[in-house]
Nanobody, 115 residues
């Protein structure tokens, strides 16, 4: 059974940094792409960043310049380094990946940016 498991969330002060990780299990195949989404309270889930199998990346405007997505194909893991965090970055961060045309989602990790 293919699973995506996020980790690294927590409480951080404004201006701080966090590194989220998402590890895939149950498969030795490489995901076509992997992405991070976030869902703020009472808002729809939105894309944060995307990384292709070749390492190409796309960032949402609200994190551009403050976040870096990367992946380690050998570990089937994707990372999201977030810097200069703002209170509006608060939300549940979900990992998403496409494997053999099937989308998979993790259960999410909570990021709270507050003083």
């Amino acid at each position: 059974q293919v699973q995506l498991v996020e980790s690294g969330g927590g409480l951080v002060q404004p201006g701080g940094s966090l590194r989220l990780s998402c590890a895939a299990s149950g498969t030795g195949s490489i995901f076509s792409f992997m992405a991070w989404y976030r869902q703020a309270p009472e808002k729809q889930r939105e894309l944060v960043a995307f990384i292709g199998r070749d390492g190409s990346t796309v960032y949402a405007d609200h994190v551009k310049g403050r976040s870096t997505i990367s992946r380690d194909n050998a570990k089937n893991t994707v990372y999201l380094q977030m810097n200069s965090l703002k209170p509006e970055d608060t939300g549940v961060y979900y990992c998403n990946g496409l494997l053999f045309q099937i989308p998979y989602w993790g259960k999410g990790t909570l990021v709270t940016v507050s003083s």
